[in-house]
């Protein structure tokens, strides 16, 4: 399989995104599905590793492309007081509402919940984080992160921390519209609060459903230098290789990043 000839940008999204495949293809964990339960638990891990840093703790919480998931949340819930969940497809925005509002038919995220948990100790407080994730996601709005004010006429005050997890890649169809967003939804974290970023590495599509969408092949040393642009320290980062040969993406890697923003000036 091959990139799409011409990169897959938020029109595409909105048309062709299926919230419910998308779920189903990379979100399911069962014993046959190897490459899916290794990349998704190795960003698990990745994510709770970060939200188990000191600094990183707060009041409000900012995810950045959150799509129709919540493993994003799983860890971070534990640490800030309230989250607001930011997505540019209609669809995926409001598949995550279904799951916030326990609708008959939501994705089934409970495997999951119960392998963070483990991670946590705990494997039996699934549904008590579940609970904590519905109550403390507060809003749930669109953004658009290639604009200089990502969330438009919505003014958010800033931030104690913003995580985006396989969105930028996605989104950006070169290194300076890459950067470019980077910096646009720096605008959204106070100075003095944090990133937190998980992106792949080495990828150029992905797939499911038979629909392909493209991806910015990005290096970590691209990455760390496009932070350290938008005004942010980097303080971790740790690239792990993703070895598993398939066809629905092309993924070498995958970066788990925190930055803190640097005062302002």
Same mark, same amino acid.
Request: hydrophobic content about 35%; charged content about 25%; glycine content about 6%.
């Given at each position: 399989?091959?990139?799409?000839?011409?990169?897959?940008?938020?029109?595409?999204?909105?048309?062709?995104?299926?919230?419910?495949?998308?779920?189903?293809?990379?979100?399911?964990?069962?014993?046959?599905?190897?490459?899916?339960?290794?990349?998704?638990?190795?960003?698990?891990?990745?994510?709770?590793?970060? @939200?188990?840093?000191?600094?990183?703790?707060? =009041? %409000? *919480?900012?995810?950045? &492309?959150?799509?129709?998931?919540?493993?994003?949340? #799983?860890?971070?819930?534990?640490?800030?007081?309230?989250?607001?969940?930011?997505?540019?497809?209609?669809?995926?925005?409001?598949?995550?509402?279904?799951?916030?509002?326990?609708?008959?038919?939501?994705?089934?995220?409970?495997?999951?919940?119960?392998?963070?948990?483990?991670?946590?100790?705990?494997?039996?407080?699934?549904?008590?984080?579940?609970?904590?994730?519905?109550?403390?996601?507060?809003?749930?709005?669109?953004?658009?992160?290639?604009?200089?004010?990502?969330?438009?006429?919505?003014?958010?005050?800033?931030?104690?921390?913003?995580?985006?997890?396989?969105?930028?890649?996605?989104?950006?169809?070169?290194?300076?519209? @890459?950067?470019?967003?980077?910096?646009?939804? =720096? %605008? *959204?974290?106070?100075? &003095?609060?944090?990133?937190?970023?998980?992106?792949? #590495?080495?990828?150029?599509?992905?797939?499911?459903?038979?629909?392909?969408?493209?991806?910015?092949?990005?290096?970590?040393?691209?990455?760390?230098?496009?932070?350290?642009?938008?005004?942010?320290?980097?303080?971790?980062?740790?690239?792990?290789?993703?070895?598993?040969?398939?066809?629905?993406?092309?993924?070498?890697?995958?970066?788990?990043?925190?930055?803190?923003?640097?005062?302002?000036?």
């Amino acid at each position: 399989m091959d990139a799409p000839a011409i990169f897959t940008e938020a029109d595409f999204y909105q048309q062709s995104f299926d919230p419910q495949a998308y779920l189903k293809e990379y979100y399911s964990m069962s014993d046959s599905r190897e490459g899916a339960n290794v990349f998704l638990t190795q960003n698990l891990k990745s994510l709770h590793k970060m @939200f188990s840093l000191d600094e990183l703790r707060g =009041g %409000t *919480l900012i995810d950045v &492309g959150c799509g129709p998931t919540i493993y994003q949340l #799983l860890s971070a819930c534990e640490r800030f007081q309230e989250i607001i969940a930011l997505d540019y497809t209609d669809q995926n925005r409001r598949e995550l509402e279904r799951w916030l509002r326990n609708e008959a038919g939501a994705f089934d995220w409970v495997p999951v919940v119960k392998y963070v948990c483990e991670l946590e100790g705990d494997r039996e407080k699934w549904a008590e984080k579940q609970e904590k994730v519905r109550k403390k996601v507060k809003q749930v709005l669109k953004c658009d992160v290639t604009r200089a004010n990502p969330t438009g006429a919505v003014s958010l005050p800033p931030a104690d921390c913003i995580v985006s997890t396989l969105c930028l890649e996605g989104a950006c169809k070169d290194l300076p519209t @890459f950067r470019s967003a980077l910096r646009n939804i =720096g %605008t *959204l974290v106070k100075p &003095g609060g944090h990133l937190v970023l998980v992106t792949v #590495l080495g990828e150029t599509y992905y797939a499911f459903n038979k629909q392909v969408f493209s991806c910015l092949r990005l290096e970590k040393h691209e990455v760390e230098a496009a932070v350290e642009a938008a005004g942010f320290e980097v303080t971790f980062s740790e690239a792990q290789p993703y070895t598993v040969s398939e066809e629905r993406m092309d993924c070498r890697g995958t970066l788990g990043l925190v930055a803190r923003r640097r005062p302002s000036v």
